[in-house]
């Protein structure tokens, strides 16, 4: 394992392990799931969501933002420690020019 | 002062970067093309070095750069993924973290290293981009808009509407519930690549029969009347795994995975024929409820599962909406020029201008590189390659529709090339439509590819109807319509080839007297030529009807399998020489294969393509 491997995993386990676990014990639900069959499963949009071009200075700042819009004030705690290891890792990764040809490219 | 703005997508798969200039669109190119890296995902860094030679400008004269798909919004995607995995969490981690932390939240930096300039950098969501490059080149001045893919930052499917500079959407579907991953999973198990073999799984649905409808619609999706919906995530893997498909999935179609190379069996055509099924129900439902909604008469369509042109031939024989267009680079590189539009008309207040003749602003999507033929003749000079410089246009074509029509392969390579996954007469290779061996030997002896799949004509726009029903022009081969019932011909039952399996016995079947052209279920993917757009290749394809009666030509993209489509000279001659094409054409330059010294036996470069 080097070293980036192993800062990644020590992030897991310092920091999103008992996330995980807590989460796995509560209501949250982030995916719809939901068992009703509702007459449509369309989302409107609403709100800031016209906003179509904008400016990303402050990537801590402004998840921060999204996830209190959205109530989602457990995870707001991660942000500083996210940050910091996002600047660790852009000086170690290199861009991956693979592509799986098992799932689709979204991650 | 003119306002440049540049679009770039990049690092999930086909990066791609455009650039605008007070609205126009200028120059659009993947990645791949320069890196000869099949769906590139990485930096588009060659490409934008083209756009930007293109404009001839520098990067301080742009006005802004706009990365296609909003950062927070992708991170809380997949965090959130994670999050919720019931299993393989940390190794889920270890997978993602690194591309998603270590780079993809940095695309400021990254553009502003690269460009080395502090440009200004501006963020759009992916779908945004979408129903952006899908309504500001189309011709319309108001219409629906439909973008349909695996999946942006959250959304999976929008719907929305166009009128004039603005562009609103109005409604979506979120990931885990997606057409474009519900289709890609059916490409995994059916034993194509995801993300590349999407296209196969449609071109073999017509060779099997649609027996799973019912139970796809019973267990993996639930379709409402409004074409919204909802899949079952107990069957697929994408959540908490590396594979689209799970043990349930596989439980339920009655076998694991169909393995890569391994034989087409029914199984797999008709799993291809059912789900192609269900993909045009949703397609038709969704723009039947985007018609209900926005009241328009015109719809414009973009996202990956928008290169479905079987399901786009027949929401335009639906005449649900009077008129559709549909952007040409419909996946993820197309955002890119989606977002240098967007920003173009909603941030920076450029008036859009319609054409008077009523055509499209994507300039017949030749919107990559060209090259002079005095950079040929000096390429081909410099290597001691021989070549005939046929300066005159009319010889010129008369010289390539004689081999044709004698049944030689072309490799033709002309003009700007495309923009997006499809060869449109300006880095493609052509051959007799007529000729029932046509199909087999491109594939076989050229590409390098299983023979079920089948070849587009391009057809002079004009007699369009003499082949084909369709009403429309189908300049981006973004339509599948059948060949005329008098074209056809019956096949008596003792002339299929014993060869093989299923699928293998059916395939050289002459169906109609375009053979080459035509599908087994005798439908074709249709480009028309107009010689507004290309007028070299129109004039091609005029010279081969007046030799043969006929004004189509066979038209594939210009690579081997598993090759980006080429882009140079160099690379294009280097295909010609690594197949058995018979003539090059390099703009004005012809080459023939007997004239030229072999190259290298060695066969290694197979290797440096993967498999598509």
């Known amino acids: 394992m080097n070293l980036t491997d192993e800062i990644k995993k020590i992030f897991f386990n310092n920091h999103l392990k008992d996330l995980i676990e807590e989460i796995k014990n509560s209501n949250i639900e982030y995916f719809d799931q939901n068992t009703e069959v509702p007459e449509s499963y369309y989302i409107s949009r609403c709100g800031n969501k016209e906003v179509k071009v904008f400016v990303l200075d402050d990537f801590s700042s402004q998840l921060r933002v999204y996830w209190e819009d959205n109530n989602e004030l457990n995870n707001e705690k991660f942000i500083e420690s996210i940050i910091k290891l996002s600047k660790e890792l852009f000086e170690s990764e290199k861009e991956s020019e693979e592509i799986s040809e098992f799932i689709y490219q979204m991650f | 002062m003119s306002i440049y703005v540049l679009g770039v997508s990049a690092f999930y798969h086909d990066s791609a970067a455009a650039i605008v200039k007070d609205g126009e669109i200028i120059a659009a190119a993947q990645e791949e093309r320069f890196s000869r890296k099949k769906h590139d995902p990485r930096f588009p860094i060659n490409a934008i070095n083209y756009c930007l030679e293109e404009a001839y400008i520098e990067p301080d004269k742009l006005e802004a750069v706009v990365f296609y798909d909003n950062p927070i919004l992708t991170f809380d995607r997949v965090f959130k993924t994670l999050l919720t995995a019931k299993s393989n969490q940390l190794e889920q981690w270890m997978r993602i973290s690194g591309s998603m932390l270590g780079v993809k939240i940095h695309v400021e930096r990254y553009i502003k290293k690269v460009l080395n300039c502090d440009v200004k950098v501006l963020f759009t969501e992916h779908h945004f981009s979408h129903a952006a490059s899908a309504f500001y080149p189309s011709p319309f001045d108001e219409s629906a808009i439909v973008t349909l893919d695996g999946v942006g930052e959250w959304a999976t499917t929008t719907i929305g509407e166009g009128n004039g500079e603005n562009i609103s959407i109005h409604k979506e579907i979120h990931f885990p519930h997606s057409l474009g991953l519900l289709y890609s999973a059916f490409t995994y198990y059916c034993g194509f690549k995801v993300n590349s073999g999407e296209y196969k ?412």
């Open chain 2, 201 to 612: 799984l449609m071109g073999l649905a017509p060779y099997g029969e649609p027996i799973y409808v019912d139970s796809i619609k019973k267990k993996l999706i639930d379709i409402r009347s409004d074409g919204s919906f909802r899949l079952n995530t107990e069957y697929f893997g994408y959540i908490e795994d590396n594979v689209m498909t799970n043990e349930k999935f596989s439980d339920f179609f009655g076998g694991k995975p169909r393995k890569p190379e391994t034989e087409i069996t029914t199984r797999e055509m008709n799993l291809a024929a059912s789900i192609q099924k269900v993909i045009e129900e949703s397609v038709l439902k969704i723009a039947g409820h985007a018609k209900a909604i926005t009241g328009k008469g015109n719809i414009v369509l973009a996202g990956g599962i928008a290169l479905n042109c079987v399901a786009n031939g027949k929401l335009l024989e639906s005449g649900i909406f009077n008129k559709m267009w549909i952007q040409p680079a419909a996946g993820d590189a197309g955002g890119a020029l989606g977002a240098a539009l967007l920003a173009s008309y909603d941030k920076f207040g450029i008036k859009r201008i319609l054409r008077e003749d009523g055509r499209d602003m994507q300039r017949g999507s030749y919107l990559g590189p060209n090259y002079s033929n005095n950079e040929v003749q000096s390429y081909l000079e410099k290597n001691e390659y021989p070549y005939h410089n046929i300066e005159d246009l009319h010889d010129r074509i008369t010289i390539i529709a004689e081999a044709i029509s004698n049944g030689k392969i072309v490799g033709y390579f002309s003009g700007r090339m495309e923009y997006g996954p499809r060869a449109l007469g300006g880095r493609s290779i052509l051959g007799d439509p007529r000729n029932p061996k046509t199909q087999s030997r491109m594939n076989l002896k050229i590409k390098y590819r299983e023979s079920f799949r089948p070849f587009a004509p391009s057809v002079m726009y004009d007699k369009v109807n003499d082949y084909f029903d369709i009403e429309v022009e189908s300049p981006y081969m973004m339509f599948v319509a059948p060949v005329r019932k008098r074209r056809r011909r019956k096949i008596a039952k003792n002339e299929s080839s014993n060869l093989g399996n299923e699928l293998y016995r059916i395939i050289n079947q002459r169906r109609s007297d375009i053979p080459a052209v035509t599908h087994v279920d005798c439908s074709a993917r249709i480009q028309t030529i107009n010689p507004n757009d290309k007028k070299d290749y129109y004039e091609l394809i005029s010279k081969f009807e007046q030799l043969t009666g006929y004004g189509v030509l066979v038209n594939t993209s210009f690579n081997v399998r598993g090759e980006p489509i080429v882009c140079s000279p160099h690379d294009a001659y280097i295909c010609f020489m690594r197949t058995e094409m018979d003539i090059l054409v390099l703009e004005n330059c012809i080459l023939y294969k007997e004239d030229q010294t072999e190259l290298d036996k060695d066969n290694s470069w197979k290797d440096e393509y993967e498999l598509d």
